[in-house]
């Protein structure tokens, strides 16, 4: 199973690609996909869209695990990332790939065993997961502890899942 992990964000939405096959797990890539600020937001979101487009075009996941949104006191700025996140859920759906969604303190607590981690425990978790990953981003070391939740999860055989598919919504 190959599953991209999404962390989304208006400025930085962070990808981060894993195959686990039983108890193995390989890196195979992480990045950033980025938006210019001074753009309007219509043309930041297809920034977004386009470069997780060509992410996932490149490397064929076979599922998708995006965080959800965490919700500030900012609700301007809660607002904008909704609408990245939007953007992180209707990517992989598009491309056909089931989405399963995960709470921020679900995938702390997965990949660290703490719900309240911060960052650099994230990180260094992903460093001792996959040593030989090279990470240059928070936003890209948060996707990789997506990715890494849902396969930790260990129902992603269980949920059913809609997959818009040529048109047709199929179980």
């Not at 890494?148 to 997959?163: D, M, S, T």
Request: glycine share 10%; aromatic share 6%.
């Amino acid at each position: 199973m190959r599953i991209i992990g999404i962390d989304p964000g208006l400025r930085c939405t962070g990808w981060g690609i894993i195959d686990f096959d039983g108890n193995q797990l390989h890196h195979i890539g992480n990045g950033v996909c980025k938006s210019v600020s001074s753009e309007d937001l219509s043309v930041r979101l297809l920034q977004i869209y386009r470069q997780l487009k060509e992410v996932i075009g490149l490397y064929k996941p076979t599922c998708a695990a995006v965080e959800n949104t965490f919700v500030s006191k900012d609700a301007a700025g809660t607002l904008k990332l909704g609408q990245a996140r939007g953007i992180a859920l209707l990517t992989p759906a598009e491309a056909g790939l089931p989405v399963f969604e995960y709470a921020p303190n679900t995938v702390k607590k997965t990949v660290v065993g703490v719900g309240h981690a911060d960052k650099a425990q994230i990180a260094h978790m992903i460093r001792m997961q996959l040593p030989k990953a090279v990470v240059e981003s928070s936003d890209a070391s948060d996707a990789l502890g997506i990715a890494l939740c849902h396969a930790f999860q260990g129902n992603y055989h269980e949920k059913v899942k809609l997959v818009l598919s040529k048109g047709e919504i199929q179980k």
